[in-house]
């Protein structure tokens, strides 16, 4: 079975960097879109951004301009580099891989374990 691995997650400061990695135990990014969700503490899980097989990008609101996805399909893995971070970036990250109606959607595809993202002072 297919396996998502994320990692790159961690406690940072209002202001800081961290880039989120997602790498597949196997060669299917070529031909699936790949996405990022997230779910802050005490509400619901909410669509961060996804990249098509094609290469065409998606981003929520609260983070255009300051997230950016991108993918490597020879290493199976997709990134999500988050700048300018805030408080209320505070999440649980899950990667997404599957279609792009599955990813666009939320609904089904392959599902990675979620890393912790901290913003604080």
């Known amino acids: 079975q297919v396996q998502l691995v994320e990692s790159g997650g961690g406690l940072v400061q209002p202001g800081g960097s961290l880039r989120l990695s997602c790498a597949a135990s196997?060669?299917?990014?070529?031909?699936?879109?790949m996405g990022w969700y997230r779910q802050p503490p005490g509400k619901q899980r909410e669509l961060v951004a996804y990249?098509?097989?094609?290469?065409?990008?998606n981003y929520a609101d609260s983070v255009k301009g300051r997230f950016t996805i991108s993918r490597d399909n020879a290493k199976n893995t997709v990134y999500l580099q988050m700048n300018s971070l805030k408080p209320e970036d505070t999440a649980v990250y899950y990667c997404?891989?599957?279609?792009?109606?599955?990813?666009?959607?939320?609904?089904?595809?392959?599902w990675g374990q979620g890393t912790q993202v901290t913003v604080s002072s």
């Open positions: 997404n891989v599957g279609t792009v109606v599955t990813v666009a959607t939320g609904k089904g595809g392959y």
């Open positions: 196997e060669s299917i990014f070529s031909i699936y879109a």
């Open positions: 990249i098509s097989s094609a290469g065409n990008t």
